[in-house]
């Protein structure tokens, strides 16, 4: 078996994708980077992640005149690294205005147009990594919800970023500690998890 205290350290960076997961359930960045695990996707996940490319291709072709952004150039898929937070990933947009505002975009397939903490925490990640990347403060992100494409602004404020930390250090302590986390997952998140199979203590 892995020895988890082998393979991570606070030092080593995580994917800020599962910073939204740690939301839904603090074991699944455990299962994922301690062990491994990588299940295969269920139907609604993968029809979510089609969903979310086709999102990104109309968005990138219309140019987000929808939204109404006036003036900018959007780029799909930006890689993005923090070295001081030790964080990584790849957020689903930037538009870079011509005033020099910079705005990470999510796109979320939800059942409904509904703004969740887990979604505010990922795009605060990404806005802290731009932050990082380009040298320039960011103040505001748009989250892209449901298949209608409901634009929501999302200011990046002290306390979300404050959360974000926080979060990070929750993620990185279990992983460090090598201890499978608590969970207060309800039977409907379980049923729909796919790491269900994993927990033996469920049902
Ligand atoms: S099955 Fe439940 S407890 Fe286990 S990882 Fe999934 S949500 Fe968490």
Known sequence: ??????????????????????????????????????????????????????????????????VRFDEGRFVPHVDVKSELLKFHGRVDGVFFFNSGDICPIEFKLAEKEEIRRAHVLQLSAYALALEEKYCKSIQQGFLVLGKKGKVFGIRIDEQKREDVKKCLEYIKASLVAGLLPESSASERQCCQCEYLNFCADRF
């Open 1 to 66: 078996m892995l020895k988890p205290t082998d393979i991570f350290s606070f030092e080593d960076s995580i994917p800020i994708s599962l910073i939204r997961q740690y939301c839904f359930c603090p074991r699944i960045p455990f299962f994922y980077l301690v062990y491994g695990i990588s299940p295969e996707l269920k139907p609604w996940v993968e029809e979510g992640l089609s969903f979310h490319e086709r999102m990104s291709v109309l968005q990138r072709r219309r140019n987000l005149s929808s």
